[in-house]
């Protein structure tokens, strides 16, 4: 393994390490760490005259130190627990909506409001109904509507104020009338964060899967810079991963200049600097799995369930089960031109094993 002793005992040799964003802190762990190495190679050479209490790495026989896999398992954990990461954490947004709604039904409740007439439509056995919303092709009105509605409760249930220069308003203003600071202590509505975001939506053409990765890197930004979306900074953290959703999803992306088209008291080289600035807290890392934006779907979705966002629903009608029909095998078709492009190429195990198929049992 080499250096053992360095390389498990500092945390510094792990390129896994020093994941999260932020500003530069004093990494006082470290220092502990390697003056405990530096301590243990002193008395490396006599081991006889040093008490076992001094060095007791755990048990075992000599001075085994605790391999580097189990020192690195918090920080694993750490990474796990990041929604925008790792698909089996819960999102942010979806967990911090959860108050409101439980509040409003207890409201609900206490006070003998009726749910009224149920607006959501479901099927039988005569009849289908299906929304014109899935997971490779989102419905772009839908979607913002609830993209925007997770950046209100990021907001209003924020931990603290935390933020900043680069995104604070006042600091770096979009427009060159003057914003009363009246404005910046009130959160504001979910109508008007809707109304900003879908403007530059509609001005760029930009799709509704942007708007998903846009939330993406909304959350991995706050929780790799470890600050908090505000009054002051939302518009700012918004155009940022709007920008950088767009150029990273999108065929043909926006450039930083038709922007300033949209927005047009911001200049470029503002805008420059603060996509550069986004990057570098995201530690340029842009990667969106797949299962990552898959749960964010499905999270928005219920988000719009808990807070009557439904779906516009429709009867399956014979036209649109074709549709659904010659998409599926669309889909079908590139896979299998898939495989048979990683037969040609390869013959490795993993790929011999991917392509197995077995024939299905009818009974």
Same mark, same amino acid.
């Given at each position: 393994?080499?250096?053992? %002793?360095?390389?498990?005992? $500092?945390?510094?040799?792990?390129?896994?390490?020093?994941?999260?964003?932020? !500003?530069?802190?004093?990494? +006082?762990?470290?220092?502990?760490?390697?003056?405990?190495?530096?301590?243990?190679?002193?008395?490396?050479?006599?081991? !006889?005259?040093?008490?076992?209490?001094?060095?007791?790495?755990?048990?075992?026989?000599?001075?085994?130190?605790?391999?580097?896999?189990?020192?690195?398992?918090?920080?694993?954990?750490?990474?796990? $627990?990041?929604?925008?990461?790792?698909?089996?954490?819960?999102?942010?947004?979806?967990?911090?909506?959860?108050?409101?709604?439980?509040?409003?039904?207890? $409201?609900?409740?206490?006070?003998?409001?009726?749910?009224?007439?149920?607006?959501?439509? +479901?099927?039988?056995?005569?009849?289908?109904?299906?929304?014109?919303?899935?997971?490779?092709?989102?419905?772009?009105?839908?979607?913002?509507?609830?993209?925007?509605?997770?950046?209100? +409760?990021?907001?209003?249930?924020?931990?603290?104020?935390?933020?900043?220069?680069?995104?604070?308003?006042?600091?770096?203003? %979009?427009?060159?009338?003057?914003?009363?600071?009246?404005?910046?202590?009130?959160?504001?509505?979910?109508?008007?964060?809707?109304?900003?975001?879908?403007?530059?939506?509609?001005?760029?053409?930009?799709?509704?899967?942007?708007?998903?990765?846009?939330?993406?890197?909304?959350?991995?930004?706050?929780?790799?810079?470890?600050?908090?979306?505000?009054?002051?900074?939302?518009?700012?953290?918004?155009?940022?991963?709007? %920008?950088?959703?767009?150029?990273?999803?999108?065929?043909?992306?926006?450039?930083?200049?038709?922007?300033?088209?949209?927005?047009?008291?911001?200049?470029?080289?503002?805008?420059?600097?603060?996509?550069?600035?986004?990057?570098?807290?995201?530690?340029?890392?842009?990667?969106?799995?797949?299962?990552?934006?898959?749960?964010? +779907?499905?999270?928005?979705?219920?988000?719009?369930?808990?807070?009557?966002?439904?779906?516009?629903?429709?009867?399956?009608?014979?036209?649109?089960?074709?549709? %659904?029909?010659?998409? $599926?095998?669309?889909?079908?078709?590139?896979?299998?031109?898939?495989?048979?492009?990683?037969?040609?190429?390869?013959?490795?195990?993993?790929?011999?094993?991917?392509?197995?198929?077995?024939?299905?049992?009818?009974?």
């Amino acid at each position: 393994m080499g250096n053992t %002793l360095t390389c498990c005992v $500092s945390p510094n040799a792990s390129p896994k390490l020093g994941r999260r964003g932020g !500003p530069a802190e004093p990494d +006082y762990e470290s220092e502990v760490y390697e003056a405990a190495a530096g301590d243990a190679v002193a008395v490396a050479p006599a081991p !006889p005259a040093v008490e076992p209490t001094e060095l007791d790495f755990g048990a075992g026989e000599g001075h085994h130190l605790q391999h580097i896999s189990d020192r690195e398992m918090p920080e694993d954990l750490a990474l796990e $627990s990041n929604p925008s990461d790792h698909p089996r954490a819960s999102t942010i947004f979806l967990s911090k909506s959860q108050t409101d709604v439980r509040e409003k039904r207890k $409201s609900n409740h206490l006070n003998h409001v009726s749910p009224g007439q149920l607006s959501k439509k +479901y099927s039988s056995c005569s009849t289908i109904f299906l929304d014109d919303s899935t997971v490779s092709q989102p419905n772009l009105r839908t979607t913002i509507k609830c993209v925007t509605l997770a950046i209100y +409760y990021h907001i209003k249930n924020r931990d603290a104020n935390r933020s900043l220069d680069i995104f604070d308003e006042r600091s770096h203003p %979009l427009t060159r009338e003057k914003v009363p600071e009246e404005y910046f202590k009130h959160d504001p509505e979910h109508k008007f964060i809707y109304r900003f975001v879908r403007t530059l939506f509609s001005a760029a053409q930009l799709t509704a899967e942007c708007a998903i990765v846009t939330l993406v890197y909304l959350e991995r930004l706050l929780t790799y810079a470890e600050i908090d979306i505000c009054p002051t900074n939302w518009k700012r953290i918004v155009l940022g991963a709007i %920008l950088l959703a767009s150029k990273v999803w999108d065929d043909q992306a926006v450039w930083n200049v038709d922007h300033c088209q949209i927005l047009k008291d911001i200049t470029v080289e503002d805008m420059n600097e603060m996509e550069r600035h986004f990057r570098e807290l995201l530690q340029f890392n842009i990667n969106v799995p797949a299962s990552v934006y898959a749960k964010y +779907y499905f999270d928005l979705r219920s988000l719009a369930d808990d807070n009557n966002l439904n779906f516009l629903f429709a009867p399956l009608s014979k036209e649109r089960a074709q549709n %659904l029909e010659a998409i $599926s095998r669309l889909r079908e078709d590139k896979y299998k031109d898939l495989c048979r492009v990683a037969v040609r190429r390869s013959f490795s195990a993993d790929n011999f094993i991917g392509i197995q198929r077995s024939n299905p049992i009818l009974s």
